[in-house]
């Protein structure tokens, strides 16, 4: 992937030779920390240094440079179909529990009076 990324970048600036504030391993690791902890690019940016949006541009342009190398794809969907694949199973308890909530006809709460909510105007 490092390869890949440098090399994008060195054809890309390779007229100005600006510098990023960042080296491309860092660069890397944004990429990777949000994909696979899903932070938040403000999460990300305050522990580089960076803006939000500085952040999402440089997972964007990872995430272009990885997809038109071809090196690095997810499967498709018929990878699904084949009969020979093997799936693991998660079960998740999802069950609804009971809240408490008064009931609709308990005297407890007492409603306020809406005396003095409309200002009058005068006449002039």
């Not at 600036?13 to 510098?19: A, E, F, Q, S, T």
């Not at 890397?28 to 940016?45: D, F, N, P, V």
């Not at 949006?53 to 995430?63: A, C, G, P």
């Not at 909530?101 to 005396?115: C, E, L, M, Q, T």
């Amino acid at each position: 992937m490092l390869e890949l990324l440098q090399a994008a970048h060195a054809e890309k600036h390779k007229r100005r030779g600006c510098k990023p504030k960042h080296i491309m391993e860092d660069r890397l690791l944004m990429a990777l920390e949000y994909w696979r902890e899903y932070r938040t690019y403000a999460h990300i940016g305050a522990s580089f240094g960076l803006d939000e949006s500085n952040v999402q541009r440089t997972v964007k342009w990872i995430e272009d440079v990885l997809i038109k190398s071809g090196a690095f794809a997810l499967p498709g969907k018929k990878a699904l179909l084949r009969p020979d694949a093997q799936y693991d199973t998660v079960l998740v308890d999802v069950t609804e529990s009971p809240i408490e909530r008064p009931k609709k006809d308990s005297g407890d709460a007492i409603p306020a009076k809406r005396n003095g909510t409309r200002s009058s105007r005068k006449s002039r």
